[in-house]
T-cell receptor, first 115, second 114 residues
Framework: GAVVSQHPSWVICKSGTSVKIECRSL??????MFWYRQFPKQSLMLMAT?????????EQGVEKDKFLINHASLTLSTLTVTSAHPEDSSFYIC???????????FGPGTRLTVT | AQSVTQPDIHITVSEGASLELRCNYS??????LFWYVQSPGQGLQLLLK??????LVQGIKGFEAEFKRSQSSFNLRKPSVHWSDAAEYFC????????????FGAGTILRVKS
């Protein structure tokens, strides 16, 4: 149980285009979803937290207009990287939480490369 | 600010040897503690967690961890390492004092010598 999927697993896009990444909780309803960014050989950096039907809460330093997060249902959250640039290339990981257990279930990640 | 410290960036152990990965957190009277493992290019898999109760917790793949409140530590251990354990390990802390988020340590890369 508690499986989280991400799609796509990897994507290459050209500079200036937008890319959407989907995060789904497959066998449970996620009250909260989290989006992380991970640079090579580094830890996870929390980008934003989203609750179903509410606006996402972004961490300090994360551009809201660049990283659009939508949490339309209890099983789906999307991250759209708008007008992507090479510096946005990274590994993006989502996770889903249930209630107030503080436990998060992680997706397999999406490798984004912007050329 | 709340922080999690994993003092060892890399650790190399021989296959069959014991392993201990260190983790210290800076803040929290009632922390929720987690250890995750990440293989290259993959997401994070939960090894074990501590919320309350017995301070020695057992996890998957033969791992265990001990919560020591007096030392603000939650070290991960395995008595006999297998080559397949080579990966990166992250300690994370959550709870109300952490704003209901998880704060991750920098990670420890484990290499296993055959």
């Amino acid at each position: 149980g508690a499986v989280v999927s991400q799609h796509p697993s990897w994507v290459i896009c050209k500079s200036g285009t937008s890319v959407k990444i989907e995060c789904r909780s497959l066998d449970f309803q996620a009250t909260t979803m989290f989006w992380y960014r991970q640079f090579p050989k580094q830890s996870l950096m929390l980008m934003a937290t989203s609750n179903e039907g509410s606006k996402a809460t972004y961490e300090q330093g994360v551009e809201k207009d660049k990283f659009l997060i939508n949490h339309a249902s209890l099983t789906l959250s999307t991250l759209t990287v708008t007008s992507a640039h090479p510096e946005d290339s990274s590994f993006y990981i989502c996770s889903a939480g249930v209630g107030t257990s503080y436990e998060q279930y992680f997706g397999p990640g999406t490798r984004l490369t912007v050329t | 600010a709340q922080s999690v410290t994993q003092p060892d960036i890399h650790i190399t152990v021989s296959e069959g040897a014991s392993l201990e990965l260190r983790c210290n957190y800076s803040y929290g009277a009632t922390p929720y503690l987690f250890w995750y493992v990440q293989s290259p290019g993959q997401g994070l898999q939960l090894l074990l967690k501590y919320f309350s109760g017995d301070t020695l917790v057992q996890g998957i793949k033969g791992f265990e961890a001990e919560f020591k409140r007096s030392q603000s530590s939650f070290n991960l251990r395995k008595p006999s390492v297998h080559w397949s354990d080579a990966a990166e390990y992250f300690c994370a802390v959550g709870g109300m004092e952490y704003g209901n988020k998880l704060v991750f340590g920098a990670g420890t890369i484990l290499r296993v010598k055959s």
